[in-house]
């Protein structure tokens, strides 16, 4: 599935095309360059799904976890960012299991790269998803592989 | 009098910190303060340094807390106070442990702290500013993590009036020196480049400058400056300097603008007696400045209160001195039912 976000608001559309595809249980993995729009998308994929909190940025406290409504396909939204990870050892620290460990919660993963096999021994769906961005354009190109 | 002495434990994030507060009367004294990235590593663990992940907390909290108590023990202290919330679970419970077992071992009081009201309460350890304190007070928190105006109503009572939609204004400094090739930590490196630099050199945005709200959003400001360094990166070493200087000037120009018009405002728009300045960009001497001429511009009345230095980044300190606000408030917890709250809003 390819997309090309020209506006802001092309976001939601994306968001709302790929909630409806995501498995339950689902990983999504988001990476792109710094400022390509990894967050903006969460903050879209969260409106997407009904959730009245605003997602804030992850990097500091590494994840963030919200509540979603019972109309949700999705019970909780955890939104996780492996920027500052040094080591795949630090990737323990964070708790994937047990924030994951409730039926339905839908992990959201920016620079998955850094948690090496971390993921995959999760044994849940894993949908990838790539942004790029051409030199000196403000036209993002998304790419999601499942 | 015989002060009060609370152990302050803190593993929300990144760093494991103990630390004991005297509070008597008047009197408020950081007896000790330890915090484990400023301890040499062969320190921290006897010679031997161990394979651990960066946010284990463990070995670092035993050993914390083993300097701290020293001979004295479990008689170091009359009071615990741990951060349980907000933070990553797994670092928080470390702390918390750790804090119920000194709690069930010495028979003391604990109390369960906010980290956020931990930074607040790090503008109190300052003597100067405790003298000035009067209800109501507003708080700029900033650091890599928070970028929240708070609204201190009375002692324990806030509201946030403000706070960002995106990211915080630490990390629109980290990110942003990354995307310049400086390393890290950005904030620091932006700022000393800055002091040689022109800071309309480039015409960054100020978002939400003028929106009415008292919210922040720097996410935008990080892609502006991806998008104004790309051309400069093949460009030639001497005008390559001079535009990095350039841009980190231009770009804690704009972070400081919208940071001191919000909190202006804020301070106008709520009549607060005070106004706090807390969180590790407080670290920044711009925005120090700026905001301390702002106020006496503006507002005369009202004092500035900004944290010292030394307290502006995550330590325990500060966690004690809001647990010393709680316990004068007659609160404190049940050490067996005390629990990490990872989404916790003050």
């Known amino acids: 599935m390819k997309f090309i976000v020209h506006r802001i608001e092309d976001w939601d559309l994306l968001a709302k095309q790929l909630v409806s595809r995501l498995p339950p249980n689902a990983i999504l993995t988001l990476s792109g360059p710094l400022g390509a729009g990894k967050t903006t998308l969460v903050q879209a994929i969260s409106r997407a799904l009904g959730a009245t909190e605003n997602p804030r940025s992850p990097t500091f406290s590494l994840v963030r976890s919200y509540k979603l409504p019972n109309t949700s396909p999705f019970s909780t939204l955890v939104h996780v960012d492996a920027y500052r990870l040094e080591n795949e050892a630090d990737a323990m620290t964070l708790g994937l299991d047990e924030l994951s460990a409730e039926d339905g919660s839908l992990l959201v993963v920016e620079w998955p790269e850094r948690l090496g096999s971390t993921l995959h021994a999760m044994r849940k769906p894993i949908v990838q998803l790539t942004i790029s961005q051409d030199a000196g354009s403000e036209v993002r190109r998304v790419e999601v592989t499942e | ?346």
């Open chain 2, 1 to 346: 009098m015989k002060g009060m002495r609370i152990l302050g434990i803190e593993t929300s994030c990144d760093e494991t910190a103990i630390s004991i507060l005297n509070v008597s009367g008047k009197s408020v004294k950081v007896e000790q303060n330890l915090v484990s990235s400023q301890i040499p590593i062969h320190q921290k663990y006897g010679g031997v340094v161990p394979e651990v992940a960066a946010r284990s907390h463990v070995p670092e909290t035993v050993a914390l807390i083993t300097e701290v108590l020293g001979k004295k023990g479990l008689k170091a202290f009359d009071a615990i106070a741990v951060t349980n919330g907000p933070g990553l679970a797994t670092a928080l419970r470390v702390g918390i442990e750790a804090g119920r077992v000194l709690a069930m071992l010495s028979g003391k009081p604990i109390i369960g702290v906010n980290h956020l009201e931990g930074h607040l309460a790090s503008a109190w350890l300052n003597a100067d500013n405790r003298k000035r304190w009067k209800y109501p007070l507003l708080a700029l928190v900033v650091s890599g993590g928070h970028t929240e105006l708070v609204l201190m109503k009375d002692a324990c009572k806030y509201k946030i009036v403000g706070q960002t939609r995106d990211d915080a204004a630490g990390e629109a400094f980290d990110k942003s020196a990354k995307l310049m090739g400086l390393p890290y930590p950005g904030g620091p490196q932006i700022a000393k480049l800055a002091l040689e630099g022109d800071p309309a050199g480039f015409d960054l945005p100020r978002p939400m400058l003028n929106d009415g709200s008292l919210d922040f959003s720097f996410s935008g400001l990080k892609t502006a400056v991806r998008q104004t360094w790309e051309p400069w990166m093949k460009g030639p070493e001497e005008r390559k300097d001079k535009a990095k200087r350039d841009l980190a000037a231009s770009l804690q120009q704009a972070i400081v603008d919208v940071l001191a018009a919000k909190t202006l405002t804020a301070a106008k728009k709520y009549k607060v007696k005070g106004v706090l300045l807390v969180g590790g960009v407080s670290a920044n001497v711009m925005l120090r400045e700026r905001l301390e001429s702002d106020l006496k511009r503006e507002l005369p009345s009202v004092p500035f209160l900004p944290s010292d230095k030394l307290f502006v980044t995550d330590n325990a300190a500060m966690i004690a001195a809001a647990g010393a606000w709680r316990l004068a408030k007659g609160e404190k917890h049940d050490w067996k039912k005390i629990e990490a709250k990872p989404e916790w809003n003050l």
